[in-house]
């Protein structure tokens, strides 16, 4: 079910910011489907493969299973050290280990790239069946839904019938709700970090504000930038820079840069501050390392995420989930509000009021204060 | 000192949003430094003038004159119709006028647009002196002391020795605090709203972020777009779409939008959101009336704004202010937060804790609470 492309030392292309067949695999694995994908936009999608990576080992009674979930920028490299194929360390190194609260001494643990994701998933950036282009502004539009029956086929694939704890935050969380909703026979446990039943209307609006960024650099090209010389960089920056802001808290922007200056840098003569180099950082960071159009796809299936759609409302989905259930949230996050977990917990038969995670960092906590959201992995695993 | 240009009936400019010379100058008066302004980056801007507006009478004593300072994308038009001229009703008409919190049959209303604006003040848009072109991208750097040091000008040219009341909100209470600063002996009463002592990290994140979208713009040219046929509408329409979200609220918005698609539209087919909507009216209403270089001008100059620069810190610049002194913000907003309106009130020593306007619509509070904000007006006047 898996192939590992030949390896060669080349950096990430810089047109696009995707892992392409022929970079360096690392840890990855691929599953592709052998049917195509039903959409629920209508049509189907051909061809889908997911990356994925694990650790630990499957037991035989296939009880051990665990499923992590990415946002919106991240990949299958949940744990690890950066190496070839895998430009950074994973993300939930801390949690994710031998030994961690997610311990794969004794779980196996999954992660799969998100359909129209760009780390070796099918995306935007992939050849398009039947051509010898990348399916760029052609590629479907995709849901939640899309992206976790995608997921139930790598499940199937791997022999897993029932996870034994299904977590994700942010837009991992999205699809981890969606995945208990969907196919709540195979979800034995259910960790939502930051996340949302729907998607609000503030956070449509920042995201429609990226995507217009995006859309607006003439190297987007409708999406069709794959085989140019450039990408949609500066627009893909401008929106990584907003999101980035999104992501923090004012009170950890204030303590850390103040009004000071870039180094040698004098913001009256055309100098930045501090702050503006942060995010400047940020940005060339994620343009060399993601492709816009994948970022526009995930996005875009953010926007559409409601737990309750076609199902009777949010109330009446989360009314049939019956995996034990922890819902978290950071009481700093001003992009994924407290207010939005709480609907989570208050509506999920199964799960007891929202635990707040305490951080300073906002919704970003959910990825860095590892200690307080491995206790609540440990806790459901146990 | 003050001449009316002959009017004639065109539509604002679309290629720069500025209102210039032979416009219809609606209630608009001018006055024209007769020195250059000596800017505190250095150097010196020549012919200086300043669009004012001006309602009531000054009494013979001079004593009942109130000046009221606009935010980033206001103007002089206080109050009083639209009309030719003036595309928009005046911005606090609830507050400004006869029998209302500031009752114009006992006060002398002076409300200046700001140098580096650009309806009618000298900003990039204007001509340059000694050439046949706008200032562009030469434009000098401006903080809000040098157009505090014009509207004293203005002041002057007045016969205004001391203002009864000077009133500012946002960037208008950047200027009101510098005014009260750098002039304490000209300002006999001050009112703060939804303002700061410094430009915070978050708020020049954002500011960059604005910035970064207009300079992205193949038509800014370097700021030198006003010979061209089109200027950076859509670098400055995703500014201003980004600016309204941070100008508003999380729960307003939820519940004027939710996520309902705009009428007719299909998100998932390349349709809007209201919310996506709502923010593409906003931007489209202000690149047909502002100017995209006095934007970067004006918010060039607010990530600069720190009344304790070169004043031995914002603790000992405040300690100077000694006139009766209410500061108010407003309790969703999350631009200008509480605890910026809290640090001027208690450094302030002439005024008391900061006062809280209750408002659903965030940082835009300060322009739509006119009962709430008129009161603190009132209590100021007694």
Redesign the interface.
């Known amino acids: 079910m898996s192939t590992v492309p030949r390896a060669r030392p080349a950096p990430l292309p810089p047109v696009t910011g995707a892992w392409r067949d022929g970079d360096p695999a690392g840890r990855r694995r691929w599953h592709t489907a052998g049917t195509p994908l039903p959409l629920e ?1 209508g049509g189907e999608l051909p061809g889908v493969r997911l990356a994925f990576e694990t650790w630990g080992r499957l037991a035989p009674d296939r009880s051990n299973a665990v499923l992590v979930l990415h946002a919106l920028t991240g990949d299958s490299h949940v744990a690890g050290p950066a190496g070839p194929g895998h430009p950074t360390p994973g993300w939930w190194d801390a949690l994710v280990g031998p030994g961690r609260a997610v311990d794969t001494d004794r779980w196996f643990v999954v992660a799969p790239n998100a359909l129209g994701g760009c780390q070796g998933s099918t995306g935007p950036a992939s050849p398009r069946p039947g051509t010898d282009r990348a399916w760029g502004g052609a590629f479907p ?1 995709l849901t939640q839904r899309d992206q976790v029956a995608a997921e139930a086929g790598l499940a199937d694939a791997l022999g897993i019938e029932r996870w034994a704890l299904v977590v994700g935050g942010s837009m991992g969380g999205m699809r981890a709700v969606e995945w208990a909703v969907s196919y709540p026979e195979r979800v034995g446990a259910l960790l939502l970090l930051a996340t949302a039943a ?5 956070q ?3 995201a ?2 990226q995507l ?2 995006i859309r ?3 190297h987007w090209r409708g999406g069709d930038y794959h085989s140019a010389g450039r990408g949609p960089v ?2 893909l ?2 929106a990584r ?2 999101a980035h ?1 999104t992501y923090r808290a ?1 009170a950890e ?2 303590t ?4 000071s200056p870039q180094g040698g840098e004098d ?3 055309g100098g ?5 180099s942060y ?1 400047d950082h940020h940005a060339e960071k994620l343009v060399r390392r993601f492709d816009a159009g994948s970022y526009v796809v995930l996005t ?1 299936a953010m ?2 995420h ?1 737990v309750g759609r076609g199902r009777g409302g949010i109330r009446s989905a989360l009314a049939g989930v019956r995996a034990p259930t922890l819902v978290a949230g950071v009481d700093s996050d ?1 992009l994924y ?1 407290l207010s939005q977990q709480r609907e989570l917990a208050a509506l999920i038969p199964s799960a007891d009021g929202a635990r707040v995670v305490e951080s300073p960092y906002g919704h970003d906590g959910f990825l860095i204060e590892t200690e307080q959201v491995g206790r609540l992995a440990a806790e459901l695993l146990r």
């Open positions: 936009v539009f729907s998607a609000s209307a503030e449509i609006a920042w429609e504000i217009g960024a607006a650099d003439p500066d627009g920056g401008l820079r907003l802001v004012e922007l204030q850390r840069f103040g009004r913001p009256w003569h930045r501050y501090q702050v503006g995010l875009e926007n559409a409601d001003r509000p």
